[in-house]
T-cell receptor, first 115, second 117 residues
Framework: AQSVTQLDSHVSVSEGTPVLLRCNYS??????LFWYVQHPNKGLQLLLK??????LVKGINGFEAEFKKSETSFHLTKPSAHMSDAAEYFC?????????????FGGGTRLMVKP | DTEVTQTPKHLVMGMTNKKSLKCEQH?????MYWYKQKAKKPPELMFV???????INESVPSRFSPECPNSSLLNLHLHALQPEDSALYLC????????????????FGSGTRLTVV
């Protein structure tokens, strides 16, 4: 079984300040982990993924995440927030069962960026 | 082509109507998925097709009927829906079908915003 907990349902930052979105996971297997972003009334866009290679993963738009197995965490960071970063962010864990590659979503974190 | 294309983008239908949602990808992905997303919630899995065969039905009511005519197309047929079925319906695809690799992400479409009146 696997699960994902996003520790903050809402995060508010000022433009130009750092962003931290927190994610903890549990998985019976060595998981693959993803962060997706969803802008209002849009689909989900893959930001970055961890697949058992480097523990620090760089994604698009200046985002990065660090996989920490000892803490079962996969927090998403960005040094400087931009207004266009305002969106919903989902941390996702992937594992394999008999049906194939299945995703488990966290509850989402809404990022608000103030001017 | 690295996209999943969903049509229509918006759909309003009455409770007695029959309509279909369409999803298309040309990335050679062999797994395709339907998700339902209510406002301010994560997507919920409805159906999984692996190599054009239905492999998962997450106890979805029969008023939703999926179809996978070929490896590039996925349809969701709708009939006698209820107002609570109003949601964003997302299609996704992934590279692996049942080969057991978990390190590929899903590619999501932009969704169909469905309103049942």
């Amino acid at each position: 079984a696997q699960s994902v907990t996003q520790l903050d349902s809402h995060v508010s930052v000022s433009e130009g300040t750092p962003v931290l979105l927190r994610c903890n996971y549990s998985s019976s297997y060595s998981p693959s982990l993803f962060w997706y972003v969803q802008h209002p009334n849009k689909g989900l866009q893959l930001l970055l993924k961890y697949t058992s290679a480097a523990t620090l993963v760089k994604g698009i738009n200046g985002f990065e995440a660090e996989f920490k197995k000892s803490e079962t965490s996969f927090h998403l960071t960005k040094p400087s927030a931009h207004m266009s970063d305002a969106a919903e962010y989902f941390c996702v864990v992937s594992a394999v069962n008999n049906a194939g590659n299945m995703l488990t979503f966290g509850g989402g974190t809404r990022l608000m960026v103030k001017p | 082509d690295t996209e999943v294309t969903q049509t229509p983008k918006h759909l309003v239908m009455g409770m007695t109507n029959k309509k279909s949602l369409k999803c298309e990808q040309h990335m050679g992905h062999r797994a395709m998925y339907w998700y339902k997303q209510k406002a301010k919630k994560p997507p919920e899995l409805m159906f999984v097709y692996s190599y054009e065969k239905l492999s998962i039905n997450e106890s979805v009511p029969s008023r939703f009927s999926p179809e996978c005519p070929n490896s590039s197309l996925l349809n969701l047929h709708l009939h006698a829906l209820q107002p609570e079925d109003s949601a964003l319906y997302l299609c996704a695809s992934s590279q692996d079908g049942d080969r057991g690799f978990s390190d590929y992400g899903y590619t999501f479409g932009s969704g169909t915003r469905l309103t049942v009146v």
